[in-house]
């Protein structure tokens, strides 16, 4: 049955954001300037959930990654973000529980993608004290199920604390997975922190 979680072919495209609309903040601008991308660390718990008849089938997994060779920079304007030779991998595993009338199953399958040094540019505007919000598309998405388009994200909350730019969010993707024939209905609760260095 749902013995492979095939939402799990997981390709974080660099992070997921989350943020509320607030008001437009007057100040000068925190972000203006280069950073080196340093690292984005992620988790995810995907669970899917199905009745067959008296039997009932739970899939519960779970992601935990940090990126290794990362590369690029982002460069922040005034209203606009440009990323350069932005890249890096993803060489982990994650574990699958899967419980058919009360029977549990753990898998631990690997986890390995790459992701190529690419361009990328976007108008933002800066909401409140800390949260950037992109109103006209997005250089950052997150894919979580290969059946479906990557989302595209908005928008961000953001501290910086000396050289170090860090971005936070929250995340949380509803969907359907076909799996052996039958389709079930995922939720995956993503939660990811970015950081980049001041150049």
Known sequence: MLNRFALLSVVFFLLVFSACKKSNNSGTNPLTGSWTFAAEKSNANITASESLGPISINVLAIVDFRTIDNAGTFTFTADSLKGIGVGYTIDTTYDTYVTTGGVTDTTVSPLKTTVASTNSAASY?????????????????????????????????????????????????????????????????????????KQ
Do not use: C, R, W
């Open 125 to 197: 505007q800066l909401i409140g004290q800390d949260s950037i919000y992109f109103p006209n598309g997005s250089p950052f998405a997150v894919s979580v199920d290969t059946g479906q388009a990557p989302v595209e994200i908005k928008g961000a909350h953001f501290s910086i604390s000396g050289s170090t730019l860090t971005l936070t969010s929250t995340f949380t993707q509803t969907g359907n997975e076909t799996v052996n024939g039958f389709t079930a209905p995922t939720t995956g609760h993503i939660s990811s922190v970015i950081t980049m260095t």
